[in-house]
């Protein structure tokens, strides 16, 4: 099995060991990318979206929103509720919360009658439990329950974000 792989197996896993290895690997940014990118598309056909514009615009705004993510994810997981040990940078939480996306390449399914929905709702928790345990190991935690806050408060400013963006583009 390539590295590539087992990282993605691992991740969808929840492994914490998958997640320090990623980490720990300067040279998987584009890995970690390159899930988001899969995930995000996976998504995007997983809703019957089926032109290329939307596509492409979809794919730009979960990458820039992942991104913002990474950096509200950072700032509040290193400044506002660090741990003892926390010691993480920007390429840590890309790398480990770029592989947390890896349950996302199962919204693909979505498509599919009378379950697809349930599918594409199930592997987006399970992308959101990823998250966590991906935050958990790159800032150092000992607690699942700092990082689940750390996300949560990321995740709430994300979204007024990214929803708002949304609305202002509709």
Request: net charge positive.
């Amino acid at each position: 099995m390539t590295t590539l792989a087992r990282r993605l197996l691992g991740s969808a896993r929840l492994s914490s060991q998958s997640y320090e290895e990623v980490e720990s690997d300067r040279h998987a940014n584009l890995q970690a990318i390159g899930v988001v990118v899969l995930s995000s598309l996976a998504a995007a056909l997983g809703t019957g979206i089926r032109d290329v514009g939307s596509t492409v615009a979809l794919l730009a705004v979960a990458i820039v929103s992942w991104i913002i993510w990474v950096l509200l994810t950072l700032v509040i997981g290193t400044q506002l509720l660090p741990g003892n040990q926390t010691r993480a940078d920007f390429g840590q939480i890309l790398r480990t919360t770029g592989f947390s996306a890896a349950p996302g390449i199962l919204r693909v399914f979505g498509l599919i009658p009378i379950v697809g929905w349930f599918i594409f709702f199930g592997a987006t928790v399970w992308m959101l439990f990823s998250f966590v345990v991906a935050v958990r190991q790159a800032l150092d935690y000992t607690s699942t329950g700092r990082a689940l806050v750390v996300c949560l408060l990321g995740w709430i400013i994300h979204g007024l974000l990214f929803f708002g963006f949304v609305m202002t583009a509709l």
